[in-house]
């Protein structure tokens, strides 16, 4: 017979079977150390958190406009000056002539999801193969989301990689689980290192000058963590700290993806070393998914172009578009009557819940900015099952899904469906 660390440690990892199951790992383990009365024990080292007072003046690379703190004026005033800064940006290298109308403007938005990702990617990479996707303005992306983004900020001369990212890829490249026993006493339950590696794999020096080189044509590439220590939504700008120039900036660029995509308790999360006031200390950053599953712009963006509409001057016409890498339709499941069962059941339908009205506030925004609103979401029509996390063989069927649908033309939602 096994003896009880290796029956618990098989146990941790028999969670790592399934997206909700790991939610229930992490409950499990929460409720294991308080439990057993080792909240005070050891735990992996950090360093000192930001006060509470200075979370707005903590610098990472000392880059003006590196991220923005949207919880607070200064950061919502930040970003709109970012926005306006990148029209001017691409006006000049247009050589538009003032009062001259700008191009239309193309906004994507990638959410998070996990190993639905895959639908994403398929379905750009298709829309390329179609010939009729446009180089967006603005990507932004959450959690799965994040790390899908940069490459469809760069377009399709980067879909091999994003194609290969979500077909190519198994659990190994992503995590290792650490066991239940080890995670009561550690950060997660499984170690990211090889999700890490991976992202440093393909972001390279090369894509970082690229996504330098988009962001001076007046292009922004967001991407969403969490500050889990202030419990803030942070955005960071991807293409300015890209072409900052900072020898520290790939590092940096490679740590808020991993972040990104960290889920608490299940993923390890990210520290990033700040400074405040010439003191060194560290931020805990998550999967910005706690606070949004996707996110596109603060609705005080869309403020002049709401008054020029008001005003009756002509606006420049722009499209947002939402890939939401999930269904939207409720899924049944048989709820057993156990603790972790009915815990696992409920924090996944919060997160279903989440993920659906972060749809529903950017159709609302684009409703009132009287922006074109198109939306793309897994149908009920696949139905293959995920036996294992980010087994290759559902991905693969998911970006084959996706990229059929894209390949032919997406009929994309108009509103959220009801």
């Known amino acids: 017979m096994p003896d009880h660390a290796s029956t618990e440690a098989n146990r941790g990892s028999r969670l790592m079977t399934r997206p909700y199951l790991t939610r229930r790992g992490a409950l499990l383990a929460t409720g294991t150390t308080a439990a057993l009365g080792l909240t005070a024990c050891a735990s992996p080292d950090r360093g000192p958190p930001v006060p509470r007072d200075r979370t707005g003046a903590a610098q990472v690379l000392g880059v003006p406009n590196e991220r923005f703190l949207t919880a607070t004026p200064e950061g919502l005033r930040a970003i709109e000056a970012e926005f306006v800064a990148a029209g001017e940006r691409q006006r000049r290298r247009l050589a538009l002539r003032p009062g001259a109308p700008a191009p239309p403007l193309r906004l994507l938005s990638v959410s998070g999801g996990g190993e639905n990702g895959a639908f994403g990617a398929g379905l750009l990479c298709g829309w390329s193969d179609l010939g009729t996707r446009p180089d967006f303005n603005v990507v932004t992306g959450v959690s799965t989301g994040a790390l899908s983004a940069p490459f469809a900020f760069l377009g399709r001369d980067y879909d091999p990689q994003l194609r290969a990212v979500y077909t190519q890829l198994t659990l190994a490249d992503i995590a290792e689980s650490r066991g239940l026993i080890r995670a009561v006493f550690d950060e997660s339950l499984a170690d990211t290192t090889p999700l890490f590696r991976t992202i440093s794999r393909y972001l390279d020096e090369a894509m970082l000058a690229a996504i330098a080189r988009a962001y001076d044509d007046g292009r922004l590439l ?21 072409r900052s120039g ?49 996110f596109l712009y603060p609705s005080s963006v869309g403020r002049a172009r709401r008054e020029r509409i008001a005003r009756g001057t002509a606006a420049r016409d722009v499209e947002v578009y939402v890939i939401r890498n999930a269904r939207l339709d409720p899924e049944w499941a048989r709820v057993e009557r156990r603790t972790l069962g009915i815990a696992g059941r409920a924090i996944s339908t919060m997160i279903s819940a989440s993920g659906f009205n972060d749809v529903l506030r950017i159709y609302a925004d684009t409703q009132r900015d009287r922006v074109g609103f198109n939306l793309a979401f897994i149908g009920s029509d696949f139905d293959k099952e995920l036996p294992a996390p980010f087994d290759q063989g559902f991905m693969r ?14 009929d994309w939602a108009k509103r959220p469906p009801r």
Do not use: C, K
């Open 222 to 242: 967001l991407i969403g963590t969490t500050n889990l220590d202030a419990q803030v939504p942070v955005i960071w700008n991807v293409g300015a700290i890209a």
């Open 246 to 294: 900072h020898p520290r900036a790939l590092d940096l660029v490679r740590r808020i993806l991993l972040a990104s995509s960290a889920m608490p308790a299940i993923f390890t999360p990210v520290m990033i070393d700040v400074t405040v006031d010439g003191e060194a200390m560290q931020e805990m950053h998550v999967d910005g998914g706690a606070f949004a599953q996707a």
């Open 397 to 410: 069927a998911l970006f084959d899904y996706g990229y059929a649908r894209g390949r032919r033309g997406y």
